[in-house]
């Protein structure tokens, strides 16, 4: 029997033309004259007639109507899951998440400072030096409150009397009222950069612990659908 | 070796079936089903489910574990929706979870599973009985007879032949497509194709001797 190079594996990529175009051609040469190729060609080429041709199982009637009732459940909870999730992004929600991790925060950073204190002097003195630094941030905090009220209230008192005076009272044009202004705000830098600095840093800790205790305090890890 | 007169039967595409390989589901009908429209998850379902029935049918070889392991692929579907990118194909993609399923499944029953269905050997007679294309009737008992004889073969495959088969000739998937869904190499696909096509092949006609060299499986 003549034995031929080619294998039962390259007859089947040739009919799905899964040859190279020089295999395919060589392949196609060879086939007009092996008859054993061209019979198994043949063979294979009928085979996959005949799978073509196996009818298709017919789908239970019912298939659609069991799978969206599987899937319901899941779909109602996607849907909870989505509401809750736009609850979270509300902003006053959000802050309000955000208050107890505040609060843990504070505690962990107290407790802190009561250890260090304990420890550089004595556990007897640090109550007393705890109630001192409070008393003495306390006063400092309302003082820089007072003080920054108080230029911010000179402030704009000035300039709204300065720029937006009667014209009679008024010694130039609109340009020069707004160099003015500009002039009364250069005054008072220091104290608008740290109100805007303070402002800042107060949202952004808001915002921060806000998004973490969002996270970790009240989604308890659930695995989202 | 067909009789020289005989003709062979329309190619599938010729006969108008369409292949759930060329199904093409729209990118935004999957964005609506991924937003939680459920009437959108239902049309994917209605265009999909007869060609992943039947690839679980195909697989698991019983009508039951059939339509159970279709239900859960279309959960896991549900479920993984959202990561779906679209770098592959949504039909791909999707079989390859389906697929996923089917297999896990057959492992799972193995040991107590049969080789053949008998309600869908009853279904095919009953289709090949009341399918008279041909007027011939001995050519309809022929064809019949090797019908019955090559789903017998089918059955008696390798699970990963059978699949490989049915996503190329019944679902008309393409190789690359093939590889995509089972995550195998493409010349691994067409390896696979070729080793269930000649074991068909044994099964169908008595062993050929000479000729091309038969590699082994």
Redo the contacts between chains.
Sequence with gaps: ?????????D???YL?H?LSDLKEELLKQHLKT????Q??R???????????????????ED??K???S???P??NL??AS?EETNQELSWWGFLLRGIPLLVSFSMIGVITWIIYLGQKYTWQETPLLVWQSITQMWNGFWSILHLAGNKFSQFFYTTWDTAFTLPERSTGPLLSKFNLLLTKATAYQKVIELTILAVVAWIIIALITAFISSRICFDHGEER? | ??PSNYT??A??KERGRKDIATLDISQSLIDQAIQ?N?ES??TI??LT??GI??LA??ILNN?EE??DA??EA??KL??ALPSFRGEARFTSWFYRIATNVCLDCYRRNKKKRENTAPE?ME??LL??TS?GQNSNPEQIYQDKQ??LR??KA?DELPVKYRTV?VL???EGFS?QEIAEIMQVPVQTV??F??RG??V??KK??SS????????RV
């Design positions: 029997m003549k034995e031929c190079k080619w294998t039962h594996h007859v089947t990529a799905d899964q092996c008859n054993h190729c019979q198994l043949e063979e294979y080429d009928e085979l996959n007639h005949l799978l073509v041709q196996l009818p298709r199982e017919p789908v239970p298939l659609t069991n799978i969206m599987t899937i319901q899941l779909a996607q849907k989505i659908i | 070796m067909p062979y039967p190619k599938k939680g459920s998850f239902e379902v209605r489910q007869s029935y039947n049918f195909r009508r059939a339509q279709t239900q279309f959960v549900y479920q869908y279904h095919l289709l090949l399918n090797k019908l090559l789903q089918i088969i190329r000739h019944m190789y067409g390896t194709l070729y096509k000649a068909l092949l169908l006609n050929k001797e000479g000729g091309i060299r038969v590699e």
